[in-house]
C-alpha cells in the first residue's frame, strides 16, 4: 500500500478493484479495472461489452483515443479524492466516443456508481457497476 493510498479512506480505497459494468437500460456491458496513480482513480477495459470483436477500435472518439482499441483503453482519467467521492475526473463512453466530467462514488463494498456529465452535475446519468470476484 503506498502512502498515497494508505491516505485515503476506506470508502475511497474501495472503488479500486475490478467492475462489471451495468448499463442504464439494465443491459451488461464490459469490465474495467480502476487503480490509482499518483493519488488519482483511473480505469481501463479489461473486457469488452457483448457483441464487441477483440480488434474494435474507437472511431467515435477523438483526440488521442481516434481509431485506438476498446480493449485495454483507459476510459477513467484523472479522479481526485473529494470527501466520499472520486470527482474531477473524465470518462470516455467507447459506444458514442464522447467525453463526460464525472463523479464515482462506491456503495458498499460491491457496488459503484459512476455519474457522467456535461457542464452540470444535474444534467447527466448514473451507472452503478457491480465488483468482480
Same mark, same amino acid.
Not at 480502476?34 to 488519482?40: A, E, F, R, T
Not at 462514488?105 to 457542464?119: A, I, N
Given at each position: 500500500?503506498?502512502?498515497? =493510498?494508505?491516505? *485515503?479512506?476506506?470508502? *475511497?480505497?474501495?472503488?479500486?478493484?475490478?467492475?462489471?459494468?451495468?448499463?442504464?437500460?439494465?443491459?451488461?456491458?464490459?469490465?474495467?479495472e480502476?487503480?490509482?496513480?499518483? @493519488?488519482?482513480l483511473?480505469?481501463?477495459?479489461?473486457? *469488452?461489452s457483448?457483441?464487441?470483436q477483440p480488434g474494435? *477500435?474507437c472511431?467515435?472518439?477523438s483526440?488521442e483515443l481516434?481509431? =485506438?482499441?476498446?480493449?485495454?483503453?483507459?476510459?477513467?482519467?484523472?479522479?481526485?479524492?473529494?470527501?466520499?467521492?472520486?470527482?474531477g475526473?473524465?470518462?470516455?463512453d467507447p459506444?458514442?466516443?464522447k467525453?463526460?466530467? @464525472? #463523479?464515482?462514488?462506491?456503495?458498499?463494498?460491491? #457496488?459503484?456508481?459512476? %455519474?457522467?456529465?456535461?457542464?452540470f452535475?444535474?444534467?447527466? %446519468?448514473?451507472e452503478?457497476?457491480t465488483?468482480?470476484?
Open positions: 500500500v503506498s502512502s498515497a =493510498q494508505a491516505q *485515503l479512506s476506506p470508502k *475511497l480505497q474501495a472503488a479500486v478493484g475490478r467492475w462489471h459494468v451495468i448499463h442504464n437500460d439494465g443491459k451488461p456491458g464490459g469490465q474495467v480502476i487503480y490509482l496513480v499518483n @493519488g488519482k483511473f480505469g481501463k477495459v479489461t473486457q *469488452l457483448p457483441g464487441r474494435d *477500435l472511431n467515435l472518439c483526440g481516434k481509431n =485506438q482499441p476498446i480493449m485495454g483503453m483507459v476510459i477513467f482519467r484523472n479522479f481526485s479524492p473529494d470527501g466520499d467521492v472520486w470527482d475526473g473524465t470518462v470516455v459506444e458514442s466516443g467525453i463526460y466530467k @464525472g #463523479k464515482v462514488w462506491t456503495v458498499g463494498q460491491d #457496488k459503484l456508481s459512476m %455519474r457522467g456529465f456535461v457542464g452535475s444535474l444534467l447527466g %446519468r448514473t452503478t457497476w465488483r468482480l470476484p
